[in-house]
């Protein structure tokens, strides 16, 4: 099983990029399972085969406590961990090849908070597992948004320690200029003239930002699909080294 995480700023196309990734595996005959951990979500455009709010939710913790949204988010996500034996057990009875796991919208339990890698670890086990980081495209068409992004990115890369793919998703909601001087930035071209003043210490610091990224950002529409067959493909680098879950060789649908 392959565990592939969902990450990225609230509002950044992660639920929606679950239900699009999974549609896309299924409709190409791969086994692929939902996830959701968020606590706080009201509406899933999937039906999960795991969710966390069958353990906790984050709108009754917010009542019974007199605690604020990100608070409850927080709490919720702490108290779940307190089942985690509980969760595992459910968790373990999911068969599928590919496990899209839908995270809060908080990225700060990813980024910064050790229950967001407790979390992840609960979920994905011993299995081979990676994320994928949203860059919300309508954030990322501003220069100094754009390698705040990608700072936040490498922060969550550095905190769950696994395999990273950066997309730039909800790419139909933003002009093709727009998307090419993003892909631009990811070579790092202009994106020190386009950020305006910069000092020596900052601009030394984005060059090396920069050079960290593996591969550069793709991307992806979760409404036309387009870049899913890139992303897909990123991901089985990282899972089977370019090969399919069943078979010897690529699936040629892809």
């Known amino acids: 099983m392959y565990y592939i995480f969902i990450i990225g700023t609230a509002g950044s196309g992660k639920t929606t990029l679950t239900k699009a990734l999974q549609d896309y595996l299924l409709d190409n005959e791969l086994d692929a399972a939902t996830i959701n ?19 906790v939710d984050a709108f009754e913790v917010m009542e019974k406590y007199n605690l604020g949204p990100n608070s409850s988010l927080i709490a919720s996500v702490d108290m779940a961990l307190v089942k985690a034996a509980e969760m595992k057990d459910e968790l373990n009875r999911i068969e599928a090849n590919y496990v ?8 700060e339990l ?36 754009y390698v705040s992004l990608l700072l936040l990115s490498a922060s969550v890369k550095f905190r769950l320690e696994l395999p990273q793919v950066n997309v730039i ?15 631009n930035w990811s070579n790092g071209e202009e994106l020190i003239h386009d950020l305006g003043y910069v000092n020596e210490y900052s601009e030394d610091l984005i060059n090396s ?19 899913l067959d890139d992303l897909y493909a990123e991901l089985q680098k990282i899972f089977a ?6 078979t010897e060789e690529p699936n040629p649908r892809l």
Do not use: C, M, W
């Open 209 to 227: 930002l920069l050079e960290t990224l593996d591969t550069n950002p793709i991307p992806v529409s979760a409404v036309t699909r387009e870049g």
């Open 241 to 246: 080294g370019g090969e399919d879950f069943e």
């Open 169 to 183: 998703s909800k790419i139909d909601l933003i002009s093709q200029k727009e998307l090419e001087n993003i892909l």
């Open 37 to 55: 951990l968020d606590p706080a979500v009201e509406n899933l455009p999937y039906t999960p085969d795991f969710d966390i709010r069958d353990y």
């Open 110 to 145: 990813f980024a910064f908070r050790n229950s967001g890698r407790l979390l992840s670890a609960l979920v994905a086990g011993e299995n081979k597992a990676a994320s994928v980081f949203l860059l919300d495209s309508f954030l990322a068409k501003e220069a100094r948004s």
């Open 100 to 107: 899209i796991v839908d995270t809060p919208g908080q990225i």
